[in-house]
């Protein structure tokens, strides 16, 4: 079964990632969302830099596939940002997401600072 965002026009997402992060009027970061085939490197420097400016991220992934590619993009993320001195911490949860009118239970996980 493919992952809710393998197609890349789903959800009118794509799996590029931008060195800078759009944030929304409340000034918290936009959602990273992974699919399957999200490369796991590109996916790290999208947390490390949302990290790095605004010390709170949260990445979103639908399937085995994404939450694989996710958990791996995490583990490297925290590699990246080790090399600033900065470790961090993550919180997964369900989500119950709408993609094309129907339904989805995502994982997220919620990246911020260690104290």
Known sequence: MPDAYDNDTANGESEEFTSEPHVDAGGKPDVIKVSAKSRSTAVAGAIAAVIR???????????????????????????????????????????????????????????????
């Open 53 to 115: 400016e605004h010390r709170f991220a949260e990445v979103q992934a639908i399937g085995a596939g994404a939450v694989n590619q996710a958990v791996k993009a995490l583990a490297i993320a925290r590699g990246y940002l080790q090399d600033d001195g900065i470790d961090i911490v993550c919180v997964p949860f369900f989500r119950e997401v709408d993609i094309e009118g129907q339904e989805r239970t995502a994982v997220r996980f919620s990246v911020e600072v260690r104290r």
